[in-house]
């Protein structure tokens, strides 16, 4: 009655039902794996937006790379902003227009400074022409905001390139920024929240980043997978026992139209 699962046509399909069951388990596990890791990286960050406000010096120093788990983490940091040397980084898009992003580097003595991004910008009247930046105010100032890591064309998903105008930048890159400055660079920036004093005008504020979901498709999408096997499964199992109750029936209707033996009469 089985012999016809080892026939070519159910041999493929069992190797095809072979093969998807794995895969679909390592589908699975992948997105449950993804889930781990953007909750993890959902509720550090969260963690760190909501932490008091800690000294910058605490976290990092200059030549010294923000650590991933430091992100986002509230900092505070008094200095003096290096006007002379402030940037805009270009292709910062905020609430649907295009603008900049505006760094000053804020130095703190010793020799050492930090950037800060003081905030956004609108873009001005072509892609070559400035945009209108709100001075950076003059004397000690004390920032508090979010530390970031510096950014790379690998984290940021940004392509560097050479040619911008005098003044602008695509990366908000610490190393790179730092070079040639008379002063050294924390390995990374602070996105200003709040300053003191407070200034008459000022760039926008950056958003606070949106943590998202803690990876919420991804576990929806894992218990996909992972249904999809159960589903693979059945089907299999169901054809399989269709084709045997076809052959029975067709087993049942030949034995039927077969007439019986009769004992010829004395």
Same mark, same amino acid.
Request: hydrophobic share 40%; charged share 15%; glycine share 14%.
């Given at each position: 009655m089985y012999r016809f699962l080892l026939t070519p046509r159910w041999l493929a399909l069992h190797v095809v039902v072979l093969l998807v069951i794995p895969a679909f388990v390592f589908l699975g596990r992948w997105q449950f794996g993804r889930f781990e890791e953007r909750s993890a990286n959902s509720e550090r960050v969260t963690a760190n937006i909501e932490a008091a406000p800690m000294p910058l010096e605490r976290l990092a120093s200059a030549g010294q790379q923000v650590g991933e788990d430091d992100r986002f983490r509230r900092v505070t940091v008094a200095g003096t902003y290096d006007a002379a040397h402030e940037l805009v980084v270009r292709r910062r898009p905020q609430q649907g227009r295009n603008g900049y992003y505006v760094l000053t580097p804020l130095v703190t003595g010793g020799g050492t400074a930090v950037i800060v991004n003081r905030g956004w910008v609108p873009a001005g009247a072509t892609a070559d022409a400035a945009?209108?930046?709100?001075?950076?105010?003059?004397?000690?100032?004390?920032?508090?905001?979010?530390?970031?890591?510096?950014?790379?064309?690998?984290?940021?998903?940004?392509?560097?390139?050479?040619?911008?105008? #005098? @003044?602008?930048? !695509?990366?908000?890159?610490? $190393?790179?920024?730092?070079?040639?400055?008379?002063?050294?660079? =924390? &390995? /990374?920036?602070?996105?200003?929240?709040?300053?003191?004093?407070?200034?008459?005008?000022?760039?926008?504020?950056?958003?606070?980043?949106?943590?998202? #979901? @803690?990876?919420? !498709?991804?576990?929806?999408? $894992?218990?996909?997978?992972?249904?999809?096997?159960?589903?693979? =499964? &059945? /089907?299999?199992?169901?054809?399989?026992?269709?084709?045997?109750?076809?052959?029975?029936?067709?087993?049942?209707?030949?034995?039927?139209?077969?007439?019986?033996?009769?004992?010829?009469?004395n």
């Open positions: 945009p209108e930046v709100p001075a950076a105010p003059a004397g000690q100032v004390t920032v508090t905001g979010r530390l970031r890591p510096s950014e790379t064309e690998e984290n940021s998903g940004i392509t560097d390139r050479p040619g911008l105008p #005098a @003044g602008q930048v !695509l990366l908000i890159d610490a $190393g790179k920024i730092g070079q040639g400055l008379p002063y050294s660079l =924390v &390995g /990374g920036y602070v996105e200003l929240t709040e300053q003191q004093p407070t200034p008459a005008s000022a760039p926008a504020p950056v958003p606070e980043p949106d943590v998202g #979901a @803690g990876g919420g !498709l991804n576990l929806a999408y $894992g218990v996909q997978w992972w249904l999809f096997i159960g589903i693979a =499964v &059945g /089907g299999w199992v169901l054809l399989i026992r269709r084709e045997v109750a076809e052959r029975k029936a067709q087993e049942a209707k030949g034995t039927a139209g077969v007439p019986e033996a009769t004992t010829p009469a």
